[in-house]
Structure formats: structure tokens, C-alpha cells
């Protein structure tokens, strides 16, 4: 059985940072791809980024590119999401997602392109 597990949430001042981690378990391919969604109260869950197991490619969504950072676990499956310079808009609950397979630039941004869901972690930015 797949499971996401999120952690490394939590209240950070605006400019402030933060790191994610998803610990993944139960794959039984080493090929797949790792998303990192959010949703803010009131509002539909939205991409961040995405990155694959293989060869290491992250995508990123436009609000992010140059403050985030994805990166893969050294040693066992699982993702880190390096979040720099944060605004109170990052502000909601961060999840994660996986799928057996390659990330592909036009579907890694679907909340349907995703098999395996973890709970969330918050993240709040004050201002």
C-alpha cells in the first residue's frame, strides 16, 4: 500500500523559510512522480511543483519558480520541498501526490494526473 506521509509545516514570518518533506512507502516501481499541491481557505487546491524519481527534472508553477526548490530523497523514496522567501499568499495546506511513471510538463500540474494522496501539512506565513 502507497502511503504519503507530509511534514516540516508550520508559522514562519513573511521572507521567512521552510522545508517539506514527503516520506513516500509501499512504491513498488523506483520510476514515478511527486507532486506538491496547496489549498488556501475558499479556495480549489493548485500546483506547485513536481519532480521525477529518474532523472530529477522539477517543475515548478510560475508563483514559485526561483523561491522554491524540489529535490529528491538521497536514499529512500521520498521528496523535499525547500520554500525561500515566503509570502502570506503560500499560506494553505500543502499536499502531496504521487504517480508510477515519468512527470510530464503538460499533466504534472493535474490534480487528476495523481494516484496517491498524503494528508497535508500546514503552512502559515504572517505578514
Known amino acids: 500500500e502507497v502511503q504519503l506521509v507530509e511534514s516540516g509545516g508550520g508559522l514562519v514570518q513573511a521572507g521567512g523559510s521552510l522545508r517539506l518533506s514527503c516520506a513516500a512507502s509501499?512504491?513498488?516501481?523506483?520510476?514515478?512522480?511527486i507532486g506538491w499541491f496547496r489549498q488556501a481557505p475558499g479556495k480549489e487546491r493548485e500546483a506547485v511543483s513536481a519532480?521525477?524519481?529518474?532523472?530529477?527534472?522539477?517543475y515548478y508553477v510560475d508563483s514559485v519558480k526561483g523561491r522554491f526548490i524540489m529535490t529528491n530523497y538521497a536514499t529512500k523514496d521520498g521528496v523535499f520541498l525547500q520554500m525561500n522567501s515566503l509570502k502570506p499568499e503560500d499560506t494553505a495546506v500543502y499536499y502531496c501526490?504521487?504517480?508510477?511513471?515519468?512527470?510530464?510538463?503538460?499533466?504534472?500540474?493535474?490534480?487528476?494526473?495523481?494516484?496517491?494522496w498524503g494528508q497535508g501539512a500546514q503552512v502559515t506565513v504572517s505578514s
Open positions: 509501499g512504491f513498488t516501481y523506483d520510476d514515478y512522480c
Open positions: 519532480i521525477g524519481s529518474v532523472d530529477g527534472r522539477a
Open positions: 501526490a504521487a504517480k508510477f511513471g515519468d512527470c510530464h510538463d503538460s499533466d504534472y500540474s493535474s490534480i487528476d494526473y495523481y494516484d496517491f
